[in-house]
């Protein structure tokens, strides 16, 4: 069993965990997540803790322990505070514009990229760089991601969308003699 299932998951005072039918709902300060975890995994909650067990030896039930201990903790954090990623974008004549909830893309490309914003998340762009924050971990992760992937950054002069904090190997480029 994994080292993370065998220690109770504190549940803070102004959090609210509530499960049925391998269904958690954890209600915070921040917001609501909810998520559906396997039939194999029981969740119990008592004075304040969850604990988290298998159902069967199965090694698929003990890879899944570690992982919902994960999930469970990060949706507990979620509810308390936000989770945010920033992007800097740089280049010459790249940008990023919101317009309501659709997000337009400027990355040297014959044309415009457009994207969606989810519901659930919060995104801010300024002059280089774009923030997106939300209570849902994966959520703004998967955005982030997301959003790099229309321009990496490349190594001979860092143009593109990287992360921030984020190191680009640099290459030297052609000599000439």
């Known amino acids: 069993m994994s080292r993370l299932a ?4 504190v549940i803070p005072e102004k959090v609210e965990v509530t499960s049925s039918n391998g269904t958690v709902t954890v209600k915070g300060p921040v917001g609501t997540l909810t998520r559906r975890f396997s039939s194999v995994i029981s969740i119990e909650q008592k004075d304040g803790t969850l604990t988290i067990s298998p159902k ?8 899944l322990i ?19 990623k920033k992007l800097i974008i740089e280049g ?5 514009e919101i317009k309501g909830t659709e997000m337009t893309f400027s990355l040297g490309f014959s044309h415009q990229i457009k994207l969606s914003i989810p519901a659930n998340l919060k995104v801010t762009s300024e002059k280089g760089s774009v923030t997106i924050s ?29 992360y921030e904090g984020e ?3 640099r290459k030297q480029g052609k000599k000439t003699t």
Not at 134 to 162: M, Q, T
Request: hydrophobic share 40%; charged share 30%.
């Open 167 to 169: 190191v680009i190997r």
């Open 66 to 84: 570690g992982t919902t201990v994960a999930h469970l903790r990060n949706m507990i954090k979620g509810s308390q505070e936000v989770f945010a």
């Open 6 to 9: 065998k220690k109770p998951i």
């Open 134 to 162: 939300g209570s849902d971990i994966e959520a703004v992760g998967a955005f982030a991601a997301k959003i790099r992937s229309f321009k990496k950054p490349e190594p001979y002069k860092g143009k593109g969308i990287r």
């Open 92 to 96: 010459i004549g790249f940008k990023a």
């Open 56 to 63: 069967n030896e199965a090694l698929t039930t003990k890879m």
